[in-house]
């Protein structure tokens, strides 16, 4: 059994890449790291599934949930200006010997939205924009396949 951690598990993303793992790969086991597990219950009977309470932002929740993972999906803009929440994934997938890792950020992350599409996406970003970026940065230059 392969075993993925998602992080953010409850977002709009997280739910569609969950429910198609589920139906589409019976191999995989999930475990889903959201602050309010209550918001997945219809999910906690499933054998593949491990429901986990916690805040990305405390890394000692992070790291336990880590544990025997072969991969981590993030799915989550870490918006914070000290990206707390990416550092303690870094450190846990380090600890914790996972290598592989997805990311799915901000649209117009590197303004390659063209068009008055692209504009209207900035205006909306700008203020994250930063953070995220950084974010980005960091998880290329951590190493982590």
Same mark, same amino acid.
């Given at each position: 059994?392969?075993?993925?951690?998602?992080?953010?598990?409850?977002?709009? $993303? @997280?739910?569609?890449?969950?429910?198609?793992?589920?139906?589409?790969?019976?191999?995989?086991?999930?475990? /889903?790291?959201?602050?309010? *597990?209550?918001?997945?219950?219809? /999910?906690?009977?499933?054998?593949?599934?491990?429901?986990?309470?916690?805040?990305?932002?405390?890394?000692?929740?992070?790291?336990?949930?880590?544990?025997?993972?072969?991969?981590?999906?993030?799915?989550?803009?870490?918006?914070?200006?000290?990206?707390?929440?990416?550092?303690?994934?870094?450190?846990?997938?380090?600890?914790?010997?996972? &290598?592989?890792?997805? &990311?799915?950020?901000?649209?117009?992350?590197?303004?390659?939205?063209?068009? &008055?599409?692209?504009?209207?996406?900035?205006?909306?970003?700008? *203020?994250?924009?930063?953070? @995220? $970026?950084?974010?980005?940065?960091? /998880?290329?230059?951590?190493?982590?396949?």
């Amino acid at each position: 059994m392969k075993k993925v951690l998602v992080l953010g598990a409850n977002g709009q $993303i @997280a739910r569609i890449v969950e429910d198609r793992i589920l139906k589409e790969q019976s191999d995989v086991e999930l475990t /889903l790291l959201l602050r309010n *597990s209550n918001r997945l219950a219809e /999910l906690s009977s499933n054998k593949n599934v491990t429901l986990v309470d916690g805040d990305v932002k405390d890394f000692e929740t992070v790291n336990k949930a880590m544990e025997g993972q072969d991969i981590v999906y993030i799915s989550f803009v870490d918006h914070d200006a000290n990206n707390t929440m990416t550092k303690n994934v870094i450190k846990a997938m380090k600890e914790n010997k996972v &290598e592989r890792v997805i &990311e799915s950020s901000l649209l117009g992350l590197y303004n390659e939205v063209p068009g &008055e599409f692209g504009r209207w996406n900035y205006s909306m970003v700008k *203020s994250g924009l930063d953070a @995220a $970026i950084n974010a980005d940065k960091l /998880l290329a230059e951590s190493g982590l396949p």
